[in-house]
């Protein structure tokens, strides 16, 4: 999964860095690399320190639930630009299969009206929650890795001798001070990008192996070398290219799409002929097809799309994991929390889908989503490395200390010089804190447990949306920099921007610390924490019936009625007492410590316990109500079959095909494969019984089934 985000960074990192810095670009990758080797040791110590989630917005609430915000909003952003950019970087490569190089679609590229819709489907794919690809992702992880090996071998059989590359002309690298040091500077954050990824194994440590510490490092190390050492490889390729295949031709039209005012505002350096880069989208490609072959790099570029689709997935179901964690804390409005049948927490979806693709589309172009892409992931990393280095609590040595807190300088300073080269990458920053802090407000004015007056609700309501409006007039006018053309302009535009954002995110905090709402994590025990409004409902869960149960049968549904029915008619034939499982599958991979769902918020599981304890009252039937949250339903129901002393498990079929079970696996084959022999096992058809394995349950009638 590592490797599957951050290893696709060099599938456009290489073509970036030639098209920001030329025949320079290599030594901008070497210090790239130093850079990253030192930012992922870094994250061994964040995933030591934090093995239940160790991301930005973990790290960050421990000194501010604000700065927590911020951070996990920075992080949505990159998301964000991942999907989108990891989408639109698969068509470019599918381009090479396809001869597809030019071609527009409603006036837009093909590759980003493609994307666009890809990104659409793989999040309506994801409402049905995850699926069984993580096998296949694997796989396509070993077959990039592979295939980038044999690239590499062929790079160093040329070097040697062994091989013959008719195209290669030498090493050329020219200085990485022919500028100011200015332009050396920007040349080197051009290329930051390369460092995305990376927060993606500190939010995975929920999930690993224990010890975290010792399975962290076997997860980081490898990938992080592995890229290091290819990029550097193939950057040096890369540069004993000859212009003729790195440049485009004088003589040669250039694609519609291409916008050399453009892309020369946007930092591009062109040839000495005044010809932009050929292959800023497919790097790669062009290297594998040089040093190895035409097939071979067809091949490639294939598997090479499978993977960065794979990372859009992959960013889909983080951004989602995010929203929803950010709802649960009440920082988001509790409708970002709502979950369908699968699991899944449907406007977080919907926007994890249709802004990347609306991105895409707004900015088809690699070189200006690798902007938007680095103020993201550069601001997450520079607030969860600050969080941790400037917090005595954490256990650090005093290296780990001061290099994380030189790191946290070093990303202060790359943001802050994307903000001012990147307007395009500046605004969407500000934008997105602007909509998530004007949201945050929103939550507090619209949480039913405060029960705000009015007039104070729309207090709240009415800056929230001024001030979000004001900070997206701003980005989207910019009304200085047409008075004050330059730097200046800009300059006052932003300070007015970072005040409206500001000001949304002060008030929000003001706001929840004079409405009594805390969210954050408890000091003494690190667990998420929120003071609620009123006493919990303590909710009676056992009922007793006409008789004195001799056995027991759990139930696990949702709300089949046909399977409830059936359920009380055999606890009366074997004068058994009804357990009732009602398991919330919440589908989303946890990114952190999350507050739970709990029954009194799910109206559905209260409405069924309602229903189910009417029947059974009318019935006699002794009844005992269990409810549960779980990731991995089929676990829970194992878990709460044995800790309950169930004697009979009764579960209802499912009409879905075996599309759905490919996609999904088949639950019952799971529980049925992992229940103890002392638990049976029937499961139940619309028509009635369709098996059992219970030792006395051999009755043929549905409604006459023998007793134990």
């Known amino acids: 999964?590592?490797?599957?985000?951050?290893?696709?960074?060099?599938?456009?990192?290489?073509?970036?860095?030639?098209?920001?810095?030329?025949?320079?670009?290599?030594?901008?990758?070497?210090?790239?690399?130093?850079?990253?080797?030192?930012?992922?040791?870094?994250?061994?110590?964040?995933?030591?320190?934090?093995?239940?989630?160790?991301?930005?917005?973990?790290?960050?609430?421990?000194?501010?639930?604000?700065?927590?915000?911020?951070?996990?909003?920075?992080?949505?952003?990159?998301?964000?630009?991942?999907?989108?950019?990891?989408?639109?970087?698969?068509?470019?490569?599918?381009?090479?299969?396809?001869?597809?190089?030019?071609?527009?679609?409603?006036?837009?590229?093909?590759?980003?009206?493609?994307?666009?819709?890809?990104?659409?489907?793989?999040?309506?794919?994801?409402?049905?929650?995850?699926?069984?690809?993580?096998?296949?992702?694997?796989?396509?992880?070993?077959?990039t890795v592979v295939l980038t090996t044999a690239i590499g071998l062929s790079i160093f059989g040329e070097w040697a001798g062994f091989v013959t590359v008719p195209e290669v002309t030498g090493f050329r690298v020219a200085s990485p001070f022919q500028g100011s040091l200015w332009d050396s500077w920007v040349g080197f954050t051009e290329i930051v990008l390369a460092l995305s990824g990376v927060e993606a194994i500190a939010n995975m440590t929920g999930v690993m192996v224990q010890p975290v510490e010792r399975t962290s490092k076997l997860a980081i190390r490898p990938v992080m070398f592995e890229i290091v050492i290819m990029n550097i490889v193939l950057a040096a390729a890369m540069h004993m290219l000859p212009d003729s295949l790195l440049y485009y031709s004088p003589s040669e039209p250039l694609p519609a799409h291409v916008n050399v005012e453009k892309e020369v505002e946007r930092g591009v350096k062109l040839s000495p002929e005044g010809t932009p880069p050929r292959h800023t989208d497919d790097m790669l490609h062009l290297i594998a097809e040089t040093y190895v072959g035409k097939t071979f790099a067809t091949i490639s570029s294939f598997v090479f799309a499978l993977l960065l689709l794979s990372a859009v997935n992959t960013a889909i179901g983080a951004l989602v994991s995010a929203l929803f964690m950010l709802s649960r804390d009440r920082e988001l409005p509790s409708s970002f929390g709502l979950l369908n049948k699968f699991g899944m927490p449907l406007i977080p979806l919907l926007v994890a889908s249709v802004i990347p693709s609306m991105v895409v589309l707004l900015f088809p172009d690699v070189t200006a989503l690798a902007g938007l892409y680095a103020v993201g992931v550069v601001g997450a990393i520079?607030?969860?490395?600050?969080?941790?280095?400037?917090?005595?609590?954490?256990?650090?040595?005093?290296?780990?200390?001061?290099?994380?807190?030189?790191?946290?300088?070093?990303?202060?300073?790359?943001?802050?010089?994307?903000?001012?080269?990147?307007?395009?990458?500046?605004?969407?920053?500000?934008?997105?804190?602007?909509?998530?802090?004007?949201?945050?407000?929103?939550?507090?004015?619209?949480?039913?447990?405060?029960?705000?007056?009015?007039?104070?609700?729309?207090?709240?309501?009415?800056?929230?949306?001024?001030?979000?409006?004001?900070?997206?007039?701003?980005?989207?006018?910019?009304?200085?920099?047409?008075?004050?053309?330059?730097?200046?302009?800009?300059?006052?535009?932003?300070?007015?921007?970072?005040?409206?954002?500001?000001?949304?995110?002060?008030?929000?905090?003001?706001?929840?610390?004079?409405?009594?709402?805390?969210?954050?994590?408890?000091?003494?025990?690190?667990?998420?924490?929120?003071?609620?409004?009123?006493?919990?409902?303590?909710?009676?869960?056992?009922?007793?019936?006409?008789?004195?149960?001799?056995?027991?049968?759990?139930?696990?549904?949702?709300?089949?009625?046909?399977?409830?029915?059936?359920?009380?008619?055999?606890?009366?034939?074997?004068?058994?007492?009804l357990q009732l499982l009602f398991i919330r599958h919440v589908a989303v991979q946890a990114i952190g410590p999350i507050i739970s769902i709990t029954l009194d918020e799910d109206q559905a599981a209260l409405d069924l316990f309602e229903k189910t304890?009417?029947?059974?009252?009318?019935?006699?039937?002794?009844?005992?109500?269990?409810?549960?949250?779980?990731?991995?339903?089929?676990?829970?129901?194992?878990?709460?079959?044995?800790?309950?002393?169930?004697?009979?498990?009764?579960?209802?079929?499912?009409?879905?095909g075996a599309m759905w079970t490919a996609l999904k696996g088949d639950v019952l084959m799971s529980i049925a494969r992992n229940l103890p022999e002392s638990v049976g096992l029937l499961i139940v058809g619309r028509t009635g019984r369709l098996g059992s394995n219970m030792p006395g349950a051999h009755s043929k009638d549905k409604g006459t089934a023998s007793r134990k």
């Open 613 to 656: 304890r009417k029947q059974c009252e009318e019935a006699g039937v002794p009844l005992r109500l269990l409810y549960g949250v779980s990731r991995e339903v089929p676990d829970s129901i194992l878990d709460f079959a044995v800790t309950h002393g169930a004697d009979l498990l009764m579960l209802g079929v499912t009409r879905r």
């Open 382 to 577: 520079g607030i969860n490395l600050a969080s941790i280095s400037t917090n005595k609590r954490m256990s650090l040595s005093k290296f780990e200390r001061t290099t994380m807190i030189v790191l946290t300088v070093l990303m202060i300073c790359i943001e802050a010089t994307i903000c001012q080269i990147k307007p395009e990458a500046r605004g969407f920053a500000m934008i997105t804190l602007a909509i998530g802090l004007g949201a945050r407000l929103i939550a507090l004015a619209l949480n039913p447990k405060l029960k705000l007056p009015s007039n104070r609700k729309t207090g709240y309501l009415g800056i929230a949306i001024f001030l979000g409006l004001a900070s997206a007039a701003v980005v989207t006018f910019a009304p200085f920099a047409k008075v004050l053309p330059g730097w200046q302009g800009n300059l006052l535009d932003f300070l007015l921007t970072v005040a409206f954002t500001g000001a949304l995110a002060l008030t929000s905090d003001w706001a929840q610390r004079r409405e009594g709402i805390h969210t954050g994590l408890a000091e003494e025990l690190g667990e998420p924490i929120e003071m609620e409004l009123g006493k919990p409902i303590r909710r009676k869960m056992l009922f007793e019936g006409k008789y004195k149960p001799l056995n027991r049968i759990m139930v696990a549904t949702q709300g089949n009625p046909e399977l409830l029915e059936y359920a009380i008619r055999e606890c009366q034939a074997w004068q058994a007492e």
């Open 1 to 143: 999964m590592l490797f599957g985000d951050w290893g696709t960074s060099r599938l456009y990192v290489l073509g970036l860095a030639f098209a920001f810095n030329g025949r320079a670009s290599f030594w901008f990758i070497l210090l790239m690399s130093a850079l990253l080797l030192a930012v992922g040791w870094s994250y061994q110590v964040v995933c030591k320190l934090f093995p239940d989630g160790g991301g930005v917005y973990s790290a960050a609430r421990q000194r501010s639930q604000l700065l927590a915000v911020v951070g996990g909003l920075l992080l949505c952003a990159d998301y964000v630009v991942t999907a989108s950019l990891s989408c639109l970087e698969a068509f470019h490569y599918l381009e090479n299969l396809l001869s597809l190089k030019g071609m527009l679609v409603l006036g837009l590229p093909f590759e980003a009206f493609m994307a666009a819709i890809t990104i659409l489907g793989i999040g309506l794919l994801n409402a049905l929650g995850p699926t069984k690809t993580g096998s296949i992702a694997m796989l396509i992880a070993i077959a």
